[in-house]
């Protein structure tokens, strides 16, 4: 019933900027957690950003600086701003959300990915 769509990825020289931007649908009384992961070829999935329902940010120490996660609480939609963009960074992107859909029940969503590649 919950939905999470991801949109923003592409092919982008070293040294550009991405948005990314994972829109939830649905059943949803709040958001606890949102983040953004990534996994890239012979990797393990990783966090990369992750934001509570407070405000609270942490980030990956390899992207801590460039990285930015934001979200639209109205609009239900969280993103990740990516400057400084290095070739390490290419991975298929994953949206995150922990969501509570009753009083005393929440679930983990995921987005479909979407594919960031940084390249000359």
């Known amino acids: 019933q919950v939905q999470l769509v991801e949109s923003g990825g592409g092919l982008v020289q070293p040294g550009g900027s991405l948005r990314l931007s994972c829109a939830a649908s649905?059943?949803?009384?709040?958001?606890?957690?949102r983040g953004w992961y990534r996994q890239a070829p012979g990797k393990e999935r990783e966090l990369v950003a992750g934001?509570?329902?407070?405000?609270?940010?942490n980030y990956a120490d390899s992207v801590k600086g460039r990285f930015t996660i934001s979200r639209d609480n109205a609009k239900n939609t969280c993103y990740l701003q990516m400057n400084s963009l290095k070739p390490e960074d290419t991975a298929v992107y994953y949206c995150?959300?922990?969501?509570?859909?009753?009083?005393?029940?929440?679930?983990?969503?995921w987005g479909q990915g979407t594919q960031v590649t940084v390249s000359s």
């Open positions: 934001i509570i329902s407070g405000g609270s940010t």
């Open positions: 649905g059943s949803i009384l709040s958001i606890n957690f």
């Open positions: 995150n959300a922990n969501i509570r859909n009753a009083r005393y029940s929440s679930h983990d969503y």
